[in-house]
């Protein structure tokens, strides 16, 4: 095949879904990136330059939320589809994926659309698929698929990386005339992203061993999925994924070697920072010298679907008495218009807290002052998005959504000078990169909400059993 003649669409649906997630995701939610703005970031190059035909249409994301209403998903299926359809004849098909979407009524949302997107065209196209480390990958998925790759670190920080290496793959195999095998192995190991940080071992031990699989000849690519722990599906567990260029049994023998290493690390996996109950995270921070201490309000992480609007951690504060405490931040779109109504300076009166998830929180009452009102870094609104309310010795950042606040940029534009805070207390597990790098001291607080970290509590229905280590004794071997 002439590299003149290759042809490559490009578009993609992303969430992250938690089953026991009170709030769904509506088509509202979804974000789009169209056209030409999706080869940002080096997706562009070297291959357009190179006689590659690149044909972006959209890729759709929403932040992890609960699933995927079933109308909501047919539209942008439908849309998704329609605009494949526009640029057939294709030689290949570039997914950007989640692999952890599910769908209500359908569950598995990427093998219903690879299904569909595969249906549409044809068995000669070659479908190269990226995902987040943390998908729970179906059999469908792999099956359909040519090629599939995912991210390596966790905290992400290959995300554009993992998206170019799945496009590079693709237009080598149609350069090459190959026909790749995806072949996957799920041990019934079933981890929490925060157990599987990529810096610490066993993860980053086992990380380092895919660029050994890869450099075996014929392969082409391997990857190693911790799964997505607050999903309840037949799928939700670790995942080894080993791409040949032509060669099914040269991937299923390195899939089952590394899939038995895995598991024979099972016992290895834990928290790669401190961890605490509610209140004794809070007094090691009090206690600290470090300044600022942060404290993940884990079971309130938006970023694993959490409503981000339980507000036991003010609360707590305040049951202290803590000074020069922020919390940052909590979902009220209520709270933030009463503040905005109040204006800067204002005294006001506020029931924050326990609407999107009153299943894990209540509302909380608290009189406090107005002191900024700002619209959030992206955020395209003429109105402000943002409140940073003070309650006593403690700082409250009331966000419009459930949009998380993941960087010092973002705290920092709703009026925070985090080098005068005490404790930083933020809804996310692990921090992500920017707070990690910054940030002397972390705590991760196995707090109350939609992600909960105490496995075995979780009311599973369809999860596969047995599985480690909620049935700590089983037995496993890939053969």
């Not at 219903?112 to 068995?123: A, P, T, Y």
């Not at 973002?410 to 707070?435: E, H, N, T």
Request: charged share 25%; with cysteine; aromatic share 6%.
């Amino acid at each position: 095949m002439s590299e003149e003649n290759i042809r490559i669409a490009i578009g993609g649906l992303s969430q992250e879904t938690n089953t026991f997630s009170p709030v769904r995701t509506g088509l509202e939610d979804f974000k789009f990136v169209r056209g030409e703005a999706i080869l940002a970031e080096g997706l562009d190059q070297p291959w357009r330059s190179q006689g590659i035909e690149l044909l972006p249409t959209f890729v759709a994301w929403a932040e992890p939320c609960g699933p995927v209403r079933k109308g909501a998903y047919a539209q942008l299926k439908e849309d998704l589809l329609r605009e494949f359809a526009g640029t057939l004849p294709l030689d290949g098909v570039y997914l950007d994926l989640h692999g952890a979407m599910e769908i209500e009524d359908i569950g598995d949302g990427e093998g219903d659309l690879i299904r569909s997107v595969r249906e549409l065209v044809g068995r000669d196209v070659l479908i190269s698929v990226s995902l987040d480390l943390h998908g729970n990958v179906s059999p469908a998925l792999v099956g359909e698929a040519d090629i599939v790759t995912a991210y390596r670190t966790a905290p992400h920080r290959d995300c554009e990386g993992t998206r170019r290496r799945a496009l590079g793959y693709l237009v080598q195999a149609l350069r090459e005339g190959l026909k790749p095998v995806s072949v996957m192995i799920k041990p019934p190991l079933l981890l929490t992203g925060e157990e599987a940080m990529t810096d610490v071992d066993p993860a980053r031990s086992l990380y380092a061993r895919l660029e050994e699989i890869e450099r075996v000849p014929g392969i082409v690519d391997a990857s190693l999925l911790i799964g997505f722990a607050w999903a309840d599906t037949p799928y939700t567990a670790v995942s080894v994924i080993v791409v040949a260029e032509r060669d099914q049994d040269l991937a299923h023998q390195h899939a089952v070697r590394f899939a038995r290493e895995v598991w024979a690390r099972r016992h290895d996996f834990g928290f790669g920072v401190e961890v605490a109950s509610v209140d004794e995270s809070i007094r090691r921070a009090l206690d600290a010298p470090e300044r600022p201490v942060f404290i993940s309000d884990a079971g309130d992480n938006v970023t694993a679907g959490g409503g981000g609007d339980v507000p036991l951690f003010v609360e707590r504060l305040l049951a202290v008495g803590a000074e020069d405490a922020l919390v940052a931040g909590l979902s009220d779109a209520e709270a933030v218009r009463q503040c905005v109504e109040a204006g800067e300076g204002a005294a006001v009166r506020l029931s924050i807290g326990g609407k999107l998830d009153p299943v894990h929180g209540r509302p909380l009452e608290v009189t406090g002052l107005v002191e900024r009102l700002s619209i959030g870094p992206g955020v395209p609104s003429r109105l402000p998005t943002t409140a940073l309310v003070r309650v006593g010795g403690v700082r409250v950042i009331l966000t419009m959504d459930r949009r998380p606040l993941l960087d010092r940029i973002s705290i920092q534009a709703a009026g925070v000078d985090l080098m005068q805070q005490k404790i930083v207390v933020v809804k996310q597990g692990y921090l992500f990169p920017d707070l990690s790098d910054f940030a002397p001291r972390a705590i991760i607080a196995f707090s109350s909400g939609a992600v909960n970290f105490h496995l075995a509590e979780l009311p599973y229905r369809n999860l596969l059993r047995p599985i480690f280590p909620i049935d700590p004794d089983v037995a496993w071997d890939p053969l």
